[in-house]
């Protein structure tokens, strides 16, 4: 890829990342949800990919645990919420749901 859409993709990243910790922050996500967990895995695994580019080994290392343990809590999400015992939701009105 150029150059430009490596720094497209890590910006997205975090972007994404940084979109998820300020909606659990103002109460719009908790950090149990499942848009949550999707979201920092993404962003994670963009910058993984960025880092990766520019050989930024501990920003590599970092983001591949970001990534890996937001993977492991969305498999987790999907087999409660398959399971019925949680609910999906796409954010929280009151923030005390």
Known sequence: MDIQ???MIG??????ILLAFLLNQISRWKND???YDFTNFLGGAGLVYYAWVGRM???IILNLIWA???LKDVLFDV???RKGK???HFY???GKE
């Open 79 to 81: 087999s409660e919420i």
């Open 92 to 94: 929280h009105i009151s």
């Open 86 to 88: 949680k609910k999906f």
């Open 57 to 59: 080994w501990p920003f």
């Open 5 to 7: 859409m490596d720094l």
């Open 11 to 16: 910006t997205g990243g975090m972007a994404l």
């Open 33 to 35: 949800d499942l848009l």
């Open 68 to 70: 890996f343990l937001s």
